[in-house]
Each structure stands twice: as structure tokens, then as C-alpha cells.
């Protein structure tokens, strides 16, 4: 009888500890077809594009990326919480996993929680640049507000500790800060990746939103802010405004290098680039949007402006069919793609022809669990 009471209790303690924890599997899963113009060829075999032609191709993650993560917490008593998320990218179409960032190349963080004191986290994390997601029209989607700084604004950065506060009268503060793990602070080639560091400032109302973020990536090879597209300081100020069906969101951002006393004609040093949309919520279930995105640089640069138009329709809270139509107009020296794509003027660039614009539609869809 001492023995059955005693299982009885171990169950029911159990049962409770287990209640007092939570794991979470989710995920995202975007599939589509694309067509585009301006697509770089190359008559002579050289890697250089001299022709431009169209294509149409099955498309992973045009809308928003794919991916699968684990998330949980575990109630530590006295209003503390451990927390952990897990999270890697896939290409739906192919199956394929991510590259060198890993199984969990998105995030993979382990950390505590607190309602009054914020979160502190440690690991693989999306930067803080990525944190213009909540006020781009397109939040963030292949075409928009990463393609004209080829990619500068959604990389991802490992070795970081990370506090959110708690939300106090409206405002809350982000910050994160990357170690470079090699024996110069800011990165000396030993490593894969310089030091890396950001904070934001968030203001929420029920009728507007603000943000303002500073952060800088330098370069491993000698901890310098070299580089506009991967080695540079960005300095964000951000809005978004809630109008019953309509939200107005827009941005300016400008990326500075540092240290660069001669830089090639054509790579720019400064880049000033902005943004504006409108999402119409017509019905609970279909959004259209509209956005224009601009880029100038200096030193020979030129400037693009990407004009684009799109929306979605849900079919459940769940999955949702989407829609983006989009041109990059560039001016007679500059070559930006509506794809991230980095700078160059070759066929493995994807970029168009010098001066000349790319267009492109993408239809798909997408199911979240």
C-alpha cells in the first residue's frame, strides 16, 4: 500500500513538473513560380554579362523564408522562466537544408525570461538589422527592403548576448552585441565572422508605431567597416501608422563605411536608402499592397528604385496564397537586382545589365504550423 501511495505521489509530481514546461514545434513552408526579365547571360563564356534574357523557375521562399524551429520554456519559480528557440531554413522546392550556418542556422539560443526585468539570451540569432521586418510593406520578402543593400539588412550573426526589456509606457529596447571569438576584438581573419553589435528603441501606440536602431558588422579579416553591403555602420529610423483598414509604413536608413582612402569608382562608401508602402486590408482574409523603395550611393554608385505591388489571400489562419509583381529601374551606372544579390557585374551575380532594369513576377504559397 506505502509503495502504491508513494508511485502515486511520484506521478502526480510529474504531471505537475511537466506542466510547468513547454516545447513548441513551428514552422513555415513557401513555395512558388517566378518568372523574370533582365537576367544576366554571357555570349562568351567569361562569367561577364554582355546579353540579358528571361526566365521562369519553381521558387522556395520568395514570400517569406522556409523554415522549422523548437521553441520552449521552462518555469524556474519567482516569476523566472529558462527559454530556449531553435530555428533553421530549408528550400521547400528542393528539400534542401541550409549551408555553412548549420542545422540551425536562423537561431539557436538558450537564455532566461522575466515579465519585469526582460529577456537575456545567448547564441546564433537573425541581427538586429532584420529588425526593419515590422515596418516593410513586404516584411522582408525577396523583393523589398533587402535587395537594394544586397542583403545588408537580414543576415544573421553568431557568438551574441541579447536583452529585451519589458514594454514600459509604450517603449522597449533591443540590443545585441556579437564577440568575434578571435584574439583582435573586432576580428583579425582567425574567424569567420568580426564583431557585430546593435540597439533599438521601440515606441507602440494603438495609433503609430516608431523605431530607431543603430548597428555595424565588421569585417573579420581586420575588424574595419570597409564594406557598404557587409562591413559598414547602418543607422535605421523607421514608422508605421494604423488607419482602421490601411497601415502606412516607410523608413530611411543610412550605411556609412569608415577608414576606406581609396576606394574603385562605382563601389560607393555611403549609401542613403528609403522606403514607403501601404497595405490595404480589404477583407479580413485579402491584403494588397503597394511600395517603392529607393537607393543612392556615392562615388559613381548611381541610385535603383524598386517599384512593386502585391497582396495575399487566406484561405485559413494558416495558409495563404501570395502574389508580388516588381521593377528595379537603375540608373546609367548602377546594376541592383530585385534580388539581394551582391555587387558585381556577372552572370553568377544575377544582377542585370549595367543601367538597365529586371521585372519580375512570383505567385505561391505558403502554410504555417
Known amino acids: 500500500m506505502k509503495k502504491a501511495l508513494a508511485a502515486a505521489a511520484l506521478l502526480t509530481f510529474g504531471v505537475a513538473a511537466h506542466a510547468q514546461s513547454s516545447v513548441t514545434l513551428y514552422g513555415r513552408l513557401d513555395a512558388g ?14 562569367g561577364t554579362a554582355t546579353s540579358s534574357t528571361h526566365r521562369f523557375r519553381a521558387e522556395s521562399g520568395d514570400w517569406g523564408t522556409s523554415l522549422w524551429g523548437l521553441k ?42 522575466s515579465d519585469q526585468y526582460g529577456t537575456f539570451t545567448m547564441g546564433r540569432m537573425l541581427f538586429i538589422s532584420n529588425g526593419v521586418w515590422d515596418f516593410d510593406p513586404f516584411g522582408q520578402s525577396n523583393w523589398s527592403s533587402a535587395s537594394l543593400v544586397r542583403g545588408r539588412n537580414w543576415p544573421q550573426s553568431s557568438n551574441n548576448v541579447a536583452y529585451q526589456s519589458p514594454k514600459i509606457a509604450g517603449l522597449d529596447f533591443y540590443g545585441q552585441y556579437a564577440l ?28 503609430f508605431q516608431l523605431r530607431g536602431i543603430y548597428d555595424e558588422i565588421r569585417n573579420p579579416a581586420n575588424g574595419g567597416l570597409n564594406d557598404s553591403y557587409n562591413f559598414s555602420r547602418e543607422y535605421t529610423a523607421a514608422f508605421n501608422v494604423f488607419l482602421g483598414q490601411f497601415k502606412i509604413q516607410g523608413a530611411y536608413q543610412a550605411i556609412r563605411t569608415s577608414g576606406i582612402t581609396a576606394a574603385t569608382p562605382g563601389t560607393p562608401t555611403t549609401l542613403d536608402h528609403e522606403w514607403g508602402g501601404v497595405t490595404w486590408q480589404a477583407t479580413p482574409a485579402a491584403a494588397l499592397i ?51 544579390n551582391p555587387a558585381g557585374n556577372t552572370v553568377a551575380s544575377d544582377n542585370p545589365l549595367i543601367g538597365h532594369s529586371q521585372t519580375g513576377v512570383y505567385a505561391g504559397i505558403q502554410h504555417s504550423f
Not at 571569438?181 to 494603438?206: I, P
Request: overall charge neutral; glycine content about 18%; charged content about 10%.
Open 180 to 207: 568575434s571569438n578571435a584574439t583582435n576584438w573586432n576580428g583579425n581573419g582567425t574567424t569567420a565572422q568580426g564583431r557585430e553589435a546593435g540597439a533599438q528603441v521601440t515606441y507602440t501606440s494603438s495609433l
Open 72 to 113: 520552449g520554456a521552462e518555469d524556474l519559480g519567482g516569476g523566472y522562466k529558462a527559454v530556449f528557440q531553435l530555428e533553421g531554413s530549408f528550400n521547400t522546392m528542393t528539400g534542401a537544408g541550409p549551408g555553412g550556418g548549420g542545422l540551425f542556422n536562423r537561431w539557436a539560443t538558450v537564455g532566461f525570461a
Open 290 to 340: 503597394g511600395a517603392v523603395y529607393h537607393v543612392n550611393g556615392n562615388n559613381g554608385a548611381g541610385n535603383a528604385t524598386i517599384y512593386t505591388l502585391g497582396g495575399s489571400y487566406n484561405l485559413s489562419k494558416r495558409t495563404l496564397f501570395d502574389l508580388q509583381v516588381a521593377t528595379v529601374q537603375n540608373s546609367k551606372t548602377a546594376n541592383y537586382g530585385l534580388n539581394a
Open 33 to 46: 513560380l517566378e518568372y523574370m526579365s533582365g537576367v544576366p547571360t554571357s555570349a562568351t563564356g567569361s
